[in-house]
């Protein structure tokens, strides 16, 4: 179990495809920073088809205006669950 920390925006590509290349059902992927702007309505679709469960931190998509309706959020206290609950954690920026 992995827990993957995507702070790229959706204007990198490249890091968003390596980043979805390596997830398994057992991960969690949970958007910060400026990969909260994947949680805007026109990428969602791609999140979709992750097989990993895909969460938010709410207080960076608070922070820039993203609305999170039908996305999981999460706040800092759960963030730090998350990473006690997988036995790594990798970062993508």
């Known amino acids: 179990m992995t827990l993957h920390l995507?702070?790229?925006s959706p204007?990198?590509?490249a890091t968003f495809e390596s980043c979805r290349s390596t997830l398994t059902e057992q991960d969690t992927l949970l958007l910060l920073e400026e990969g909260c702007y994947?949680?805007?309505p026109h990428h969602?679709?791609?999140?979709?088809?992750i097989?990993?469960?895909v969460v938010a931190l709410g207080p960076d998509c608070l922070a820039r205006g993203i609305a999170t309706e039908g996305l999981k959020t999460v706040d800092d206290?759960?963030?730090v669950v998350l990473a006690t609950e997988h036995a790594r954690t990798v970062s993508w920026y």
Not at 44 to 49: A, D, F, I, K, N
């Open 6 to 8: 995507l702070g790229a």
């Open 11 to 13: 204007s990198d590509r």
């Open 38 to 40: 994947w949680a805007l």
């Open 44 to 49: 969602r679709q791609e999140l979709s088809r």
């Open 51 to 53: 097989p990993a469960r």
């Open 77 to 79: 206290a759960e963030f």
